[in-house]
């Protein structure tokens, strides 16, 4: 069914042990408690668009549903760009606000119109445009509105149609537009500063909203559009209206609010009471449990209307295998929703107990690393003490001891017992005691601060060891949630690029977190690079794989590139040479001279002739490459006899101030910006140039003062360094203007078309891309740029040429040369 979705986030109570439902079933939705069905329409220019760029769904936890539908007045070309521009601008700004819903719903489209007023001050006045934005948050039973230009939202009850806003200019089909009553009725992009109207419902069950571009009531008048959206479901209203809008351009979103039932007495049998006008309309009437211990008859509510058959039956005779087998499918869908509850709260609870972990780790890791540099820092303050001297003012203290000690002995001696000792002899005390006592002061005042350094760095040690077991798991979990985001990124890219965008964004997030982290670990990177290219991928930029074939010295200056597969042409300005490679078996181009490949130099000699100064190089039609040397000689390259041939022209003598040159079948170009002007040279029958003349008509003036590149593929393009390209036809100027380009060209270097190739290739240097354009209309086809792990391969962007049959790009980067393929 097209355009229509299911909102399965709402909680589901499981059936209690003791209670059996009444069934009331729909082909459509079967809901409990609370749920939404929602289908969207969008036809634009007569056909349905699958996946519409002006509006979105989005799921905001904690915020609500967020329904956005926009409509943007104007041209088709770049229509849809802006619209999604500004739904993604509004998601963005509701998701990154805080406070009332009324609040960020008013910051959501105040984003809204700051984008748009921006794009229509960089517009001409005859392309500027206008906008009208309808944002509605659904939140339990609450329903908050903001609208602002063209737009609407309806809500049905009963038999009632509810507008907001009730009246707007916008309601007249005619192409008046009155005074704007309100300030939401203004459109966007009208004002720098906006106020969008905002209305509050409270939502009863049953409840239809529909979002609406404003074709919706020029096309049905109030009693029709009740008409269309009463006592219907989603899809069949938008299928209603798909018929009513013809061809007609209209967008909208159905939402049904679902009903709530109450449980009611159940008979001493279980019973189940079903509606066949019920079955047969697809309308959800409701669910009503019922109890197993009342034998009065069931209460049915008087929201839930009952057929005449059901009353005049009475009780069913227990439950047919039909009802048996939807009590089934809803309790196998409840016990579902109910696992994956319980699934996610044992993943909440195993997150909170890794972070209450990391950060007990954090405390402990904190605590032993203060109680390590406190040991530090003791054992600094040991290192600095003169333990000698301690030592050695500790012996003389024990041995003054030891000889008081001594003398006291004589003393006692003398004074109790008979005799004397000999005075002439000298009691000395134990030298050894001395010399011990000073060796152990000595080892520990060497052993201390050791065991301090020892234990303090066995803490630092653990310390570090926690820090990089937290960091470790911290981590692993960012890599996998990068990698979940990038795996739900590419479920839905093929379907919502949005939300790809969304979660490819989200993944670059958790990437660089990682990267930040742990600078060293090449994984984070690896991730962030991936999911970068695949966001590229969703914006429209096709990614290049490129290979380097060729490096040039630091004075070299590389400016054109001529293929000819298998042949690759390389002109240095700087170093004043040309180059020749050749594609291997492998698409490699390699040197097809000896050395460096070069095949022409200046002061080379050919014939009698000396090369000078060489300005530039094209390829024409009679197989040859032509070099163009400022004293006004043609020399030619034969590729198969691998020789040169030089010609003089007869006015030489114009070449002074010419810088750049192409080529049109047999056909020479050659610009010179001091003269405004390209002089032509065609070729004889026998394929010799002899003289020139002006390419511009008499009354052409144009300065090509800025010219930084020329193309000819019957037409004569010229591109300006300001990013502008001039298309010239016949002599004169052509109108060609670079359409749908979301970022505009910034330093455009060089431009590459031909008469065998079907589009028009810009190098932006400036936004490191090469853009593609449509030849005939100027609309902007796609872009390219290199893989996220060789962006720098753009950051000099220079010289660029494609070969479209083998489907090869060839450009120059500063001084390297590059080889991709071009993606289809």
């Known amino acids: 069914m097209r355009g229509c979705c299911r909102d399965f986030n709402r909680p589901i109570r499981p059936p209690d042990s003791e209670t059996v439902y009444n069934l009331r079933v729909t082909v459509y939705n079967k809901f409990v408690n609370r749920e939404v069905a929602v289908a969207q329409l969008s036809i634009v220019d007569g056909a349905w668009q699958e996946s519409p760029d002006n509006l979105a769904i989005v799921e905001e936890v904690g915020r609500g549903t967020l329904y956005i539908l926009v409509e943007v007045a104007g041209d088709a070309e770049g229509r849809d760009q802006l619209a999604r521009e500004l739904v993604e601008t509004a998601r963005r700004a509701y998701a990154a606000s805080r406070g009332s819903f009324t609040a960020a719903l008013t910051q959501a489209v105040r984003e809204a119109n700051n984008l748009f007023y921006t794009y229509n001050l960089n517009t001409p006045p005859e392309a500027r445009r206008i906008a009208g934005i309808?944002?509605?948050?659904?939140?339990?039973?609450?329903?908050?509105?903001?609208?602002?230009?063209?737009?609407?939202?309806?809500?049905?009850?009963?038999?009632?149609?509810?507008?907001?806003?009730?009246?707007?200019?916008?309601?007249?089909?005619?192409?008046?537009?009155?005074?704007?009553?309100?300030?939401?009725?203004?459109?966007?992009?009208?004002?720098?500063?906006?106020?969008?109207?905002?209305?509050?419902?409270?939502?009863?069950?049953?409840?239809?909203?529909?979002?609406?571009?404003?074709?919706?009531?020029?096309?049905?008048?109030?009693?029709?559009?009740?008409?269309?959206?009463?006592?219907?479901?989603?899809?069949?209203?938008?299928?209603?209206?798909?018929?009513?809008?013809?061809?007609?351009?209209?967008?909208?979103?159905?939402?049904?609010?679902?009903?709530?039932?109450?449980?009611?007495?159940?008979?001493?049998?279980?019973?189940?009471?079903?509606?066949?006008?019920?079955?047969?309309?697809?309308?959800?009437?409701?669910?009503?449990?019922?109890?197993?211990?009342?034998?009065?008859?069931?209460?049915?509510?008087?929201?839930?209307?009952?057929?005449?058959?059901?009353?005049?039956?009475?009780?069913?005779?227990?439950?047919?295998?039909?009802?048996?087998?939807?009590?089934?499918?809803?309790?196998?869908?409840?016990?579902?929703?109910?696992?994956?509850?319980?699934?996610?709260?044992?993943?909440?609870?195993?997150?909170?107990?890794?972070?209450?972990?990391?950060?007990?780790?954090?405390?402990?890791?904190?605590?032993?690393?203060?109680?390590?540099?406190?040991?530090?820092?003791?054992?600094?303050?040991?290192?600095?003490?003169?333990?000698?001297?301690?030592?050695?003012?500790?012996?003389?203290?024990?041995?003054?001891?030891?000889?008081?000690?001594?003398?006291?002995?004589?003393?006692?001696?003398?004074?109790?017992?008979?005799?004397?000792?000999?005075?002439?002899?000298?009691i000395t005390a134990a030298p050894t005691a001395s010399r011990v006592q000073q060796t152990a002061w000595r080892l520990a005042a060497l052993i201390f601060p050791l065991l301090l350094l020892i234990a303090g760095g066995t803490a630092w040690i653990g310390y570090r060891q926690d820090v990089k077991a937290t960091q470790d798991r911290q981590l692993a979990e960012l890599l996998n949630q990068a990698n979940t985001a990038i795996d739900a990124g590419k479920k839905v890219s093929g379907t919502n690029k949005v939300a790809a965008r969304e979660f490819f964004q989200k993944?670059?997030?958790?990437?660089?977190?990682?990267?930040?982290?742990?600078?060293?670990?090449?994984?984070?990177?690896?991730?962030?690079?991936?999911?970068?290219?695949?966001?590229?991928?969703?914006?429209?930029?096709?990614?290049?794989?490129?290979?380097?074939?060729?490096?040039?010295?630091?004075?070299?200056?590389?400016?054109?590139?001529?293929?000819?597969?298998?042949?690759?042409?390389?002109?240095?300005?700087?170093?004043?040479?040309?180059?020749?490679?050749?594609?291997?078996?492998?698409?490699?181009?390699?040197?097809?001279?000896?050395?460096?490949?070069?095949?022409?130099?200046?002061?080379?000699?050919?014939?009698?002739?000396?090369?000078?100064?060489?300005?530039?190089?094209?390829?024409?039609?009679?197989?040859?490459?032509?070099?163009?040397?400022?004293?006004?000689?043609?020399?030619?390259?034969?590729?198969?006899?691998?020789?040169?041939?030089?010609?003089?022209?007869?006015?030489?003598?114009?070449?002074?101030?010419?810088?750049?040159?192409?080529?049109y079948v047999g056909n020479l170009y050659l610009l010179d910006p001091s003269k405004n002007q390209i002089l032509r040279y065609i070729a004889s029958a026998e394929g010799v140039w002899s003289s020139s003349n002006t390419y511009f008509l008499p009354n052409v003036n144009v300065d090509l003062s800025s010219a930084v590149d020329i193309a000819v593929d019957g037409d004569v393009w010229v591109l300006r360094s300001d990013g502008s390209i001039w298309r010239f036809t016949g002599g004169k100027l052509n109108d060609f203007t670079p359409r749908d380009l979301e970022t505009p060209l910034s330093k455009s270097t060089s431009l590459f078309t031909s008469k065998e190739t079907a589009w028009l290739y810009v190098a932006d240097a400036g936004n490191q891309r090469i853009v593609q354009f449509d030849k005939v209309t100027g609309k902007f086809v796609r872009q390219f740029k290199p893989r996220s792990d060789t962006r720098d391969a753009f950051n000099a962007l220079k010289v660029i040429a494609a070969d479209e049959t083998s489907k090869k790009f060839f450009m120059i980067n500063g001084n390297q040369a590059y080889l991709a393929n071009i993606p289809q």
Not at 156 to 165: A, C, E, F, Q
Not at 381 to 394: E, K, N
Not at 596 to 610: A, C, F, M, R
Request: aromatic share 6%; proline share 7%.
């Open 134 to 426: 309808s944002a509605v948050v659904l939140r339990e039973e609450e329903l908050f509105i903001a609208q602002g230009g063209p737009g609407l939202t309806c809500v049905v009850r009963g038999n009632t149609l509810h507008l907001y806003p009730d009246e707007s200019p916008w309601f007249d089909p005619s192409d008046e537009i009155g005074e704007f009553i309100t300030p939401g009725t203004v459109p966007l992009g009208l004002r720098r500063e906006f106020t969008p109207d905002l209305f509050h419902v409270a939502l009863h069950p049953g409840d239809t909203i529909v979002l609406s571009t404003r074709a919706l009531v020029h096309l049905l008048t109030n009693d029709e559009l009740l008409d269309t959206l009463l006592n219907r479901p989603p899809d069949e209203i938008v299928e209603n209206l798909e018929d009513i809008a013809g061809a007609a351009d209209l967008s909208a979103i159905a939402i049904r609010f679902a009903i709530d039932l109450a449980p009611v007495p159940l008979p001493s049998r279980p019973t189940a009471v079903l509606d066949n006008r019920t079955m047969e309309s697809g309308a959800v009437q409701g669910l009503s449990p019922v109890t197993n211990n009342h034998a009065e008859p069931p209460v049915i509510s008087p929201d839930v209307p009952i057929g005449e058959e059901d009353v005049d039956a009475g009780y069913v005779e227990g439950p047919t295998e039909e009802e048996l087998e939807l009590q089934r499918a809803r309790a196998e869908q409840e016990l579902a929703f109910a696992s994956a509850r319980a699934e996610e709260e044992r993943e909440r609870r195993r997150l909170q107990s890794e972070k209450t972990r990391a950060r007990w780790a954090q405390i402990v890791s904190g605590t032993l690393g203060a109680i390590a540099g406190a040991l530090a820092a003791v054992a600094g303050i040991f290192t600095r003490i003169d333990w000698t001297r301690i030592g050695a003012a500790a012996d003389r203290t024990i041995s003054a001891l030891l000889r008081g000690f001594v003398h006291l002995v004589i003393f006692a001696i003398r004074a109790f017992l008979p005799g004397a000792p000999d005075e002439g002899r000298t």
């Open 507 to 663: 993944a670059m997030t958790l990437a660089q977190q990682a990267r930040t982290l742990s600078p060293t670990n090449p994984a984070p990177r690896t991730l962030y690079n991936s999911a970068e290219d695949l966001y590229n991928g969703a914006n429209g930029v096709s990614v290049l794989f490129l290979f380097n074939f060729a490096t040039f010295d630091a004075k070299a200056n590389p400016t054109r590139i001529v293929t000819r597969i298998p042949d690759i042409f390389i002109f240095d300005r700087g170093l004043q040479r040309i180059s020749r490679y050749a594609t291997n078996d492998a698409g490699t181009p390699v040197p097809s001279v000896a050395g460096d490949g070069v095949i022409l130099k200046s002061g080379d000699k050919i014939g009698e002739k000396t090369v000078g100064e060489l300005i530039d190089m094209t390829w024409i039609d009679a197989g040859r490459l032509v070099a163009l040397d400022r004293s006004g000689l043609f020399l030619l390259y034969d590729p198969v006899k691998s020789s040169w041939t030089a010609r003089a022209a007869t006015d030489g003598s114009q070449w002074a101030r010419v810088n750049m040159a192409s080529s």
